[in-house]
């Protein structure tokens, strides 16, 4: 480990941005790749196929996070790993491989019954391929991160999503039914499968020589997994046996769309982290990046998820057509939901960076206990809507708890860790009123082409607001060293680098 944490070097925000930005470009391209994919099945496809296979993904998606291992976290905290600690990571996937397989298909004709429908059992057979093969990934993919080169898994995630695009496409044009989402899900993960070896060769031995090393991340990863994916799905549970299919599958594509900024910004920004965590040791800095970290995942999804919340009527109208009404509701209450969780969302990171994984798992544990009895509560009281307010005020709760753990880690207190968002709160509530009071300028339109255009103008008018706002109170309070000041950095270095490239143009005298 480096002496004195790697933060010191010269331009190490700038390093940590630009991995971050690779990252956050990769998956950002794979989810418009998603959503043109789901432009095209929603628009062939019927509510109620959607439903039926939300009610498959949400048995794969927690029996894929209670057995996840999470290989890479303890391979970058070895200074330099041999060649067996990768055959350990890999032996250890490949035995959670055959247990994925070997649950799904124990569970299927119960959760057939549970869910009143039969197509299930060859569904989840043909679904748990997709848990299966993301875990037999190159374990040598790793390496990337450690030197914040995130090129490589970016390029992985905008192939793989191109060719599940282009298995939509023939599917629904030979003949469409709710077999093409379930194509399209098994693709992306075999193609990055095989491109994990083609750009990080590896040859699979098995071995359980550096069990130790991955112990505890695994043991508590268990605990945190289960109760985190329990924390995710038991709305799709509940609803989707309380709603029928057509209901459910309107739910579950708000979820969906929900889902993109945490799959295409705060999932990838924390890749990054995770090894500069690791390679930070003074408590000083440790602070300052975590600052730093938090404040970028509100300053760069809040934006997002209030666009959703304000636009969500006239996003559902123009990615999913007419057929899909009543759906923004729920993307709009589930936009809002999420909205508070957003600044503690690496903390699972740092406490496994820092060796202290058994606190993640105590907070998990917390968000586990108020979640489950509130949203039985609450989806009895008022079904789907019910299930948002649930969440809602769950993500309130958990803003505070969560920042008593980071104090407790950091030695960090709350007041310092809330302050630091208060110009993106600001920003936020400025770009809000400007886009409510231009709302009516869509919602008027009936052309789901122009509603797209007229959209990405309010949507624009909202953005310069909020950066604006933010940016102007960050000069006057005297530009502090945070993401507006990296932000300002990179903008003066575009621009130039734009003016030198002219100047070399210019004939000389």
């Known amino acids: 480990m480096q002496n004195g944490g790697d933060d010191q070097q010269p331009g190490f925000g700038i390093r940590l941005a630009k ?19 789901l432009i095209i099945l929603t628009n062939a496809l019927q509510p109620t196929d959607f439903g039926l296979v939300a009610q498959a993904m949400t048995v794969i998606i927690i029996v894929e996070a209670v057995t996840s291992m999470p290989i890479g976290q303890p391979l970058l905290r070895m200074k330099a790993p041999e060649g067996a600690a990768y055959d350990t990571g890999f032996t250890l996937t490949f035995l959670r491989a055959i247990g994925i397989g070997v649950i799904i298909i124990f569970l299927s004709h119960p959760l057939a019954a549970f869910f009143h429908e039969p197509r299930l059992p060859p569904l989840l057979a043909i679904l748990a391929l997709a848990p299966i093969l993301r875990g037999c990934i190159s374990p040598l993919m790793v390496e990337f991160i450690r030197s914040y080169n995130l090129r490589p898994e970016a390029m992985m995630d905008i ?5 599940s695009l282009a298995v939509v496409i023939i599917m629904v044009w030979l003949s469409p039914s709710y077999w093409a989402i379930i194509a399209a899900t098994v693709t992306t993960p075999a193609v990055l499968c095989l491109m994990s070896y083609a750009l990080a060769p590896y040859r699979p031995r098995l071995s359980l020589k550096y069990w130790r090393s991955f112990a505890d991340v695994i043991g508590w990863n268990a605990v945190i997994a289960a109760l985190n994916a ?3 799905q038991i709305d799709r549970v509940l609803l989707g ?4 299919n057509a209901d459910f599958g309107r739910y579950a594509v708000s979820r969906t769309f929900v889902d993109i900024p945490h ?24 602070q300052t990046l975590w600052l730093k970290c938090a404040h970028s995942m509100f300053f760069i999804v809040g934006p997002v998820l209030v666009t959703m919340a304000i636009l969500a009527e006239q996003i559902i109208f123009i990615v999913t057509g007419p057929d899909w009404k009543g759906a923004g509701v729920y993307l709009s209450g589930l936009a809002l939901a999420l909205l508070p969780s957003l600044p503690n969302y690496p903390l699972n ?70 302050a630091v968002h208060w110009r993106t709160a600001v920003g936020l509530a400025a770009m809000a009123l400007v886009m409510l009071l231009f709302r009516d300028f869509v919602a008027a339109e009936s052309s789901r082409l122009m509603a797209a255009v007229k959209g990405g103008i309010v949507f624009s008018l909202g953005g ?36 030198n490239r002219r100047a070399s143009r210019t004939p000389q005298p």
Request: net charge positive; hydrophobic share 55%.
């Open 19 to 37: 991995a971050g930005s690779w990252s956050i470009l990769g998956k950002f391209a794979g989810r418009l790749i998603d959503l043109f994919t």
């Open 159 to 163: 192939f793989s999503k191109l060719a």
């Open 230 to 232: 329990i924390f995710f």
């Open 241 to 244: 046996r309380a709603l029928g």
């Open 263 to 286: 799959q295409a910004i705060l999932a990838p920004l924390t890749r990054p982290m995770t090894a500069s965590f690791a390679q930070t040791e003074n408590e000083g800095r440790r």
């Open 349 to 418: 990171t740092l406490a496994i960076s820092m060796y202290r994984t058994g606190m993640a798992a105590q907070r998990v544990f917390i968000q586990f206990s108020i979640t489950i009895p509130l949203m039985i509560v609450f989806v009895q009281w008022h079904g789907a809507v019910g299930a948002i307010v649930a969440r809602g005020a769950i993500s309130i709760f958990m803003l505070f708890i969560s920042a008593f753990f980071v104090r407790r880690l950091l030695n960090l207190s709350v007041a310092r860790q809330l």
């Open 464 to 499: 310069v607001t909020y950066l604006a706002v933010n940016l102007g109170l960050w000069r006057i309070f005297g530009m502090p060293q945070s993401l507006e000041s990296i932000f300002v950095t990179q903008c003066n270095a575009v621009m130039q680098s734009y003016r």
